[in-house]
């Protein structure tokens, strides 16, 4: 079993900065990928950045430019470092690792608020 751990949410004007935190543990494969996704009121969960543990990070276009990925293998943690928010942000992000495409493992989510 794996379990993740999320913190860093919470509220914040438009412009300013976040950062959220995850760490996996439990059985945790040296090869996956540990990401962010959010889901907004009213909106189907869609996917923010990843990081796989080979190196390679990916973020969605909406962010580029304002939201960076970070992971540490050795302590299976991954943040996300998110600047000029906005209010169109406002979401519960929830962090995922992915073993394959039948091994995904969530957590609980954490919300962030960004008031215009």
């Known amino acids: 079993q794996v379990q993740l751990e999320e913190s860093g949410g919470g509220s914040v004007q438009a412009g300013g900065s976040l950062t959220l935190s995850c760490a996996a543990s439990?059985?945790?494969?040296?090869?996956?990928?540990m990401g962010w996704y959010r889901q907004a009121p009213g909106k189907q969960r869609e996917w923010v950045a990843d990081?796989?543990?080979?190196?390679?990070?990916n973020v969605a276009g909406s962010v580029k430019g304002r939201f960076t990925i970070s992971r540490d293998n050795a302590k299976n943690t991954v943040n996300l470092q998110m600047n000029s928010l906005r209010p169109e942000d406002t979401a519960v992000y929830y962090c995922?690792?992915?073993?394959?495409?039948?091994?995904?493992?969530w957590g609980q989510g954490t919300q962030v608020t960004v008031s215009s």
């Open positions: 995922n690792i992915r073993f394959s495409v039948l091994a995904v493992y």
């Open positions: 439990g059985s945790i494969f040296r090869s996956n990928t």
């Open positions: 990081y796989s543990s080979s190196g390679s990070t």
